[in-house]
């Protein structure tokens, strides 16, 4: 008599089994707080909740209180929006103060965040070159270099290179193109944007370059990494351009994170929705700066160059 291995598989694992007693510990409800501040926009700040693995839903909350200070002064009472945002009509954040936001809402801890906006760094010269070399299979590798001076203190950056779509009679969205997956990065570019986890916006800090001009070169294929957006990267459509962030610790701390967790979870998108890319990894903690709950609440103020089309 022949039995199946089905068969055999399910008594041995069946066999196996123990029941444990384990109290799944209680769902801790607390608020999340997200915001990034630039000098380009009024002040913005989501307000929503924790929820379960299972829930599908976001908790937005509606009927926060959300105070923002500046310099330790009491700037503003935010107004509710809606899909839990919270914003500002008449102030803008500015460069070289200190903005802090704290949050209440019924049933929960308040919570508290604070960062201060940095300076611009302008781009003041800046070059795109495509086809002086070529990948393997014939296509122009394009060359980009940038020159900006670094402020005389500790700065952490943030740089993309775009070229973008406006709305039309097809969309109401700005399609955005980030070149990706560089030939030949930047020595800089290299140390400190963790290029295996595949970024389209580079991290990286002032250590060998603090206080000087600094020329960053990077040849990339001709790829590209697009995604739709509500709100335009740059003034123009189809223009190429160079952004250059210049951000807060809190801002560079949350990008290398996010970045981490977005290559680790295990599904998932590189620019917003375009892509579906099943990711394998262990599970990685959000960078927070928020007191008493979950979140981000960073500064970074950005400059653009437009490269002439050659």
Sequence with gaps: MRIPIAICIFFTISGCSKELNYKIPDFEKKLVVNALICPDSFFCVNVRATSTILSSEPSFIENATVLLSE??????DLEYSKQGNY???????IPGNEYSITVKAKGFNDVTAKDTVPETVIVSRG????????????DPHIDYEILFNDLPKNNYYELFFIIQGFPNEFTSKYWVDFMCEPAIPDPVIKADSELDLNPFTYIFTDNLFNGQQFQLKIKFISAVNGGEFLKPFAPTPRDHYAILRNTSYAYYNYRK????????KQVGNKAEVPFFMPLIGDPVAMYSNIEGGYGIFAAYNQSYYKFEKN
């Design 71 to 76: 310099n330790g002064l009491l700037l503003e």
């Design 87 to 93: 914003i500002s009509s008449a102030h803008r954040p």
């Design 127 to 138: 070059s795109r070159i495509s086809g002086n070399t070529f990948d393997e299979y014939g």
């Design 257 to 264: 994170y996010w970045l981490r967790h977005s290559y680790n």
